[in-house]
C-alpha cells in the first residue's frame, strides 16, 4: 500500500515521528476503514443465472430412428464413415481463418481482464524526474545576495489510489472474466459452425455430383432412344415429330449439366476457402467424384438437459448476461463518494555558485536533507449530475433485461432448431424409400415403353413420358438425399457438437503465436490455461493478482 510504503521509506531518515500527528491518524484511519469498507461492500445485484425453459423429451423421441440416451457428440461425423470427411474437418480445424480470428479475440478478452484487475492497484503512479541549468535575473527584487547561478535535480515518485470502498473495480474484473468466458465460448461456437458448414458443404458436392452422373447416364439413354427414332424415320415407319421430341428431351436433359457443374465447382471452392486455402489447393485432398456419405440406421440425439450445458451460443448469451450484471454495479458506484489516498517522495537538490566567492559548491542528491514528501487522503462525490448517474444506472439495468430476454429466446430457439432437424431427417429419409421404389418403376416403364415402341404399339409420347419422368425421379432421389445428410448435419449443429475437439489445445495457430510473441511480450497468458479464470478464486476478492 501506497502510504505504508512512504512511511518505510521514511523512517530510515527518522521522520516517521512526522507522520504521526493529526493528519497522519486521518490517513491511516481512512485508508483502514476503507479497507473494512472495501472487503464487504459490493453495490449493484449479484449475478444469479437465470431459469431457462427447456424441453422435457424431444417430440420424435418415440421414433425408432432415434436415441436418446446420454451421447458424447465431440466428433459427430464419424458416423457418415467417410475418410476424406474426416481429414477435411481436421484441416479446417488446423487451419480455418475465422476460427484463428475468434482465437485471437480470447487473447484480446485476457488482456482485458489483466486491465480490469490493474485498476485494484494504485491507478495512478508515475516516476519524475528532472535536471536544469537556471540564472537568475541581476535585475530582478530581492535576488541581490542570492545565488544567481545553479543547476537543480529532482527525483521522485508521486501515485493516487482509488480505493475499491463500493466494489467499482471488483465488479470490472467480473465483467472482464465473464467477457473472456463469453469469448471461449464464442470460439467454441465457431467451432461447431465450422464443422458443420464443412460437412453440409462435403455433402452438397457429394449430392452435385451424383445429380451430374444421373444426368449424363440420363443423356446416354436419350441418345440411344434418338437413334431409335432416326431410324424409324428413315425407315418411313414414323414421322419426324418422333425425332425432334426426342432431340427435345434429350438437349433439355443436356442443359442441366452445366448447373451440376457449376455446382460440384462451387462446393469445391467452398470447401477449399473453409481449410484457410485457395480455390483448387484442396482437389487433390477431396480425390474424383463421390457417393453421398451413407446415413447409418439409428442416430443418438442425447437428452434434452445436456442442450444447455452443450450448446456454446447458449453459454456465450448467458456470460453475456453475466458480464452486464456486473456493469450494473460498476455504474451503481458513482452514486457514492470516492476515497482516495495520494502521496508523493523525492529528492531534490543541486549545485550553486557564489556569485560572491564565486565557489562552486555541490549538495547529495540522496541526502536526508534533501528528501521532500506529501501524502494525504481525500473524497469526492458527484453530488449535482443531473441525473447522469442515476440514468446511466437504468441504462445498465436495461442492457441487462434485454441480454436476459436474448437468453431465454437464444435457448427456445436452439430447441426449435433441433426439432426441425430431426423432423427434417425422419421426413427426407422416409422420402427416400419412397423415390427409390419410384425410380424402380419409372426404369421399368422406360424399357417397356421403348419395347412397345420399337413393336409400333405405341407412339413416341409414351417413351417421351417415361423418360422425361424416370429424369425427374432420380434427380430427385439424389437430391432427397443428400437432404437427409443435411438434415443429420444441421441436427447434429443443432445439438451443439463438435466443438469438443480443441480439449486442451491452444486457441491459434503455433505459427501465430510465434508471430505474436516475437513482436509482443505477452508473457505466459497464450497458454489454453491462461485464458479460463480459476474456480477457486472468488471474484469478490478485495485483490488480485495483475496475473495469475
Known amino acids: 500500500m501506497l502510504t505504508t510504503a512512504i512511511i518505510k521509506r521514511l523512517s530510515f531518515v527518522g521522520l516517521d515521528r512526522i507522520l504521526t500527528g493529526s493528519i497522519a491518524s486521518a490517513t491511516f484511519g481512512l485508508l483502514i476503514v476503507s479497507l473494512v469498507i472495501s472487503g464487504c461492500a459490493m453495490v449493484g445485484p449479484d449475478y444469479v443465472k437465470p431459469e431457462a425453459p427447456e424441453p422435457e423429451q424431444w417430440l420424435a423421441s418415440n421414433e425408432p430412428e432415434f436415441k436418446t440416451q446420454e451421447t458424447n457428440f465431440s466428433d459427430w461425423w464419424t458416423v457418415f464413415n467417410d475418410p476424406v470427411l474426416n481429414d477435411l474437418i481436421e484441416a479446417a480445424y488446423q487451419q480455418n481463418l475465422p476460427l484463428q480470428i475468434a482465437g485471437l479475440r480470447i487473447y484480446e478478452a485476457r488482456a482485458q481482464l489483466g486491465i480490469a484487475f490493474g485498476f485494484q492497484y494504485p491507478q495512478t503512479q508515475q516516476g519524475l524526474g528532472s535536471g536544469s541549468l537556471n540564472q537568475v535575473s541581476k535585475n530582478a527584487p530581492n535576488v541581490a545576495a542570492a545565488d544567481r547561478y545553479f543547476t537543480?535535480?529532482?527525483?521522485?515518485?508521486?501515485?493516487?489510489?482509488?480505493?475499491?470502498?463500493?466494489?467499482?473495480?471488483?465488479?470490472?474484473?467480473?465483467?472482464?472474466?465473464?467477457?473472456?468466458?463469453?469469448?471461449?465460448?464464442?470460439?467454441?461456437?465457431?467451432?461447431?459452425?465450422?464443422?458443420?458448414?464443412?460437412?453440409r458443404t462435403f455433402i452438397q458436392l457429394r449430392t452435385s455430383e451424383e445429380r451430374l452422373e444421373v444426368a449424363r447416364e440420363n443423356v446416354k439413354l436419350q441418345k440411344r432412344s434418338l437413334e431409335i427414332a432416326e431410324v424409324?424415320?428413315?425407315?418411313?415407319?414414323?414421322?419426324?415429330?418422333?425425332?425432334?421430341q426426342a432431340r427435345s428431351l434429350l438437349k433439355s436433359t443436356e442443359a442441366t449439366i452445366p448447373g451440376f457443374q457449376t455446382d460440384v465447382r462451387q462446393a469445391q471452392n467452398a470447401l477449399a476457402?473453409?481449410?484457410?486455402?485457395?480455390?483448387?489447393?484442396?482437389d487433390a485432398m477431396l480425390g474424383g467424384p463421390g457417393l453421398i456419405p451413407e446415413i447409418p440406421?439409428?442416430?443418438?440425439?442425447?437428452?434434452?438437459?445436456?442442450?444447455?450445458?452443450?450448446?456454446?451460443?447458449?453459454?456465450?448469451?448467458e456470460r453475456q448476461l453475466a458480464a452486464q450484471s456486473a456493469q450494473i454495479g460498476f455504474a451503481k458506484a458513482d452514486l457514492f463518494p470516492h476515497f482516495s489516498l495520494f502521496g508523493t517522495l523525492g529528492f531534490e537538490t543541486g549545485d550553486y555558485t557564489d556569485s560572491r566567492s564565486n565557489n562552486s559548491k555541490a549538495r547529495d542528491l540522496f541526502d536526508k536533507d534533501?528528501?521532500?514528501?506529501?501524502a494525504g487522503a481525500g473524497f469526492n462525490w458527484d453530488i449535482f449530475n443531473y441525473g447522469r448517474i442515476t440514468n446511466n444506472v437504468r441504462v445498465a439495468d436495461a442492457r441487462?433485461?434485454?441480454?436476459?430476454?436474448?437468453?431465454?429466446?437464444?435457448?427456445?430457439?436452439?430447441?426449435?432448431?433441433?426439432?426441425?432437424?430431426?423432423?427434417?431427417?425422419?421426413?427426407?429419409?422416409?422420402?427416400?424409400?419412397f423415390l427409390a421404389d419410384a425410380v424402380k418403376a419409372s426404369k421399368r416403364s422406360v424399357e417397356l415403353s421403348m419395347i412397345q415402341y420399337r413393336e409400333g404399339l405405341v407412339d413416341y409420347q409414351r417413351v417421351l413420358d417415361t423418360q422425361r419422368f424416370l429424369t425427374e425421379q432420380q434427380d430427385d432421389l439424389v437430391f432427397?438425399?443428400?437432404?437427409?445428410?443435411?438434415?443429420?448435419?444441421?441436427?447434429?449443429?443443432?445439438?451443439?457438437?463438435?466443438?469438443?475437439?480443441?480439449?486442451?489445445?491452444?486457441?491459434?495457430?503455433?505459427?501465430?503465436?510465434?508471430?505474436?510473441?516475437n513482436r509482443t511480450n505477452w508473457g505466459n497468458i497464450l497458454s489454453p490455461k491462461k485464458t479460463e479464470y480459476p474456480?477457486?478464486?472468488d471474484v469478490k476478492s478485495i485483490f488480485h493478482k495483475p496475473d495469475w
Open 400 to 433: 441487462f433485461q434485454e441480454l436476459a430476454v436474448n437468453y431465454e429466446d437464444t435457448v427456445i430457439r436452439a430447441a426449435q432448431e433441433v426439432e426441425d432437424a430431426m423432423v427434417g431427417f425422419q421426413q427426407s429419409h422416409d422420402a427416400v424409400f
Open 232 to 244: 424409324r424415320f428413315k425407315a418411313g415407319a414414323v414421322t419426324e415429330l418422333d425425332v425432334t
Open 152 to 199: 537543480a535535480f529532482d527525483i521522485g515518485l508521486d501515485a493516487a489510489w482509488e480505493m475499491d470502498v463500493w466494489g467499482k473495480f471488483r465488479r470490472a474484473v467480473q465483467t472482464g472474466v465473464a467477457n473472456l468466458e463469453a469469448s471461449i465460448a464464442d470460439y467454441d461456437d465457431v467451432l461447431v459452425s465450422l464443422t458443420s458448414e464443412v460437412a
Open 535 to 537: 474456480p477457486s478464486q
Open 273 to 282: 476457402i473453409l481449410l484457410g486455402k485457395l480455390p483448387g489447393e484442396i
Open 480 to 517: 432427397t438425399a443428400g437432404s437427409v445428410g443435411l438434415n443429420l448435419v444441421a441436427m447434429y449443429r443443432a445439438l451443439g457438437g463438435g466443438w469438443q475437439i480443441r480439449g486442451g489445445n491452444d486457441f491459434i495457430p503455433t505459427s501465430l503465436k510465434k508471430e505474436m510473441e
Open 297 to 317: 440406421a439409428e442416430v443418438a440425439v442425447g437428452i434434452p438437459t445436456e442442450l444447455l450445458r452443450r450448446r456454446p451460443d447458449i453459454r456465450f448469451a
Open 370 to 374: 534533501s528528501m521532500y514528501y506529501s
